[in-house]
């Protein structure tokens, strides 16, 4: 079946201490999505992909970057852990046509929940 | 203040009640707007879809817009215990810009007791 592959689901980290995760999707979208979702909050939207085309939230602390090396696959790395930034990270992907306003709907992963200590 | 305000519950109903879900909003601009269904620690997934003031079915579930009111509500007819999951809304405008912005409301936690 086709789909948004996050790995791994739950991921502990130290502080201040790089950490990457993963996200994968067989839907051949061109548009990928990174959002933090907090317990018991919205899933915030940090940044996505449209193409190679990076597009920065402007509130997504420096801390966060991602990477996108080809369709499939999309990064997000946290340089410097801190414990705030404890959160489920949720991969989403949509298609998109440049100028054209149809508003096709995003596919989510399940989530990687990563923890600092 | 919040672009989407959402109660967060929890809401317990007992099994086959209505449950009633709702969610303001404060951007007019606001065009699309969505239902998603989250299960404890799984990703959301998409239930209902509206463009236009209005209702519209899909099962036992009843999606509601009033633009003029900026308020949106969700219903779930003869709810299941399988229904026991967080509802959140989400709204989009769209832009010029790339991809499909989404604009979360908090969710609000639903339990269907038996």
């Known amino acids: 079946d086709a789909m948004v592959i996050q790995n791994p689901r739950y991921q502990v980290t130290q502080f201040g201490k790089p950490v990457t995760l993963s996200c994968s999707q067989t839907l051949n979208h061109n548009v990928m999505y990174w959002y933090q979702q907090k317990s018991s909050q919205a899933p915030k939207l940090l940044f996505h992909?449209?193409?190679?085309?990076?597009?920065n939230e402007a509130d997504t602390p420096d801390n966060f970057q991602s990477r996108r090396p080809n369709t499939s696959f999309c990064f997000l790395d946290i340089r410097s852990p801190g414990l705030g930034d404890a959160a489920m990270y949720l991969c989403a992907t949509s298609r998109a046509d440049r100028g054209l306003f149809i508003p096709y709907e995003q596919y989510f992963g399940p989530g990687t929940r990563l923890t600092v200590t | 203040q919040k672009e989407v305000e959402q109660d967060p519950g929890p809401l317990s109903v007992p099994e086959g009640a209505i449950v009633s879900l709702n969610c303001t909003y404060s951007n007019s601009a606001f065009q699309y707007f969505m239902w998603y269904r989250q299960y404890s620690r799984k990703g959301p997934e998409l239930l209902m879809y509206t463009y236009s003031s209005g209702n519209k079915e899909d099962g036992r579930f009843t999606a509601q817009v009033d633009k003029s009111s900026k308020y949106i509500s969700l219903f779930i007819r003869d709810s299941q215990p399988s229904d026991s999951a967080t509802y959140l809304c989400?709204?989009?405008?769209?832009?010029?810009?790339?991809?499909?912005?989404?604009?979360f409301g908090g969710g609000t936690r639903v339990l269907v007791k038996p």
């Open positions: 992909y449209y193409d190679k085309d990076f597009n």
């Open positions: 989400a709204m989009r405008v769209m832009i010029k810009a790339a991809g499909n912005k989404l604009t």
